[in-house]
């Protein structure tokens, strides 16, 4: 047996020999192993791919996050709190490692009255509002014109509402 670089060969006089993958320690024809590699190799530069699209839809959320501060509030309109909008990026940036480039864009990510913000996001009959403030912590879910509320959410049940936002 001769041996190579991810795989090994077996004794074949075959047009298409057999080899033993070193990844999974199948033997599969020489044909096979080459698909697998180009496979792995698309699969590798798609993620890279995705990876710079889930970092630019970051980027986009996070600018417009940022914008809030530069919005003119008083005593009756407060400006989003340090806390709140740290607590939104790290809620968002955990949701966006989740769902990476298929994240939902929100509609709209605006401040809310009391400190907080206020991101929506709308897909069809469907639409799922996040607050984040000091005072109240809360998911809006609407779909067919039926609302469900979610007081102090967690993490995945943001995402499942993300899913179901999603689906058709």
């Known amino acids: ?14 047009r298409n020999p057999i080899v033993t993958d070193f990844d999974t320690g199948q033997s599969i024809t020489l044909d096979e192993l080459g698909r697998r590699k180009a496979e792995r190799e698309f699969q590798r530069k798609a993620s890279s791919v995705n990876d710079s699209i ?6 986009v959320i996070e600018s417009k996050l940022d914008a809030l501060l530069d919005e003119e509030y008083d005593e ?18 955990g949701i966006n490692k989740f769902f990476g480039y298929e994240m939902p864009m929100p509609s709209f990510i605006i401040p809310d009255r009391e400190g907080g913000v206020r991101i929506e996001w709308k897909l069809n009959s469907k639409h799922l509002r996040l607050v984040l403030s000091e005072k109240q912590t809360y998911l809006y879910f609407e779909q ?22 999603n689906q058709k």
Do not use: C, H, I
């Open 144 to 165: 067919n014109y039926k609302g469900e509320v979610t007081p102090d959410f967690s993490t995945e049940q943001l995402v499942e509402k993300l899913k179901q936002l």
């Open 76 to 93: 009756d309109f407060l400006a989003p709190t340090d806390s709140v909008l740290e607590r939104v990026k790290k809620l968002l940036s």
């Open 1 to 14: 047996m001769t041996s190579n670089a991810g795989f090994k060969f077996s004794n074949s006089l075959s």
């Open 54 to 59: 889930r970092e630019e839809n970051w980027l």
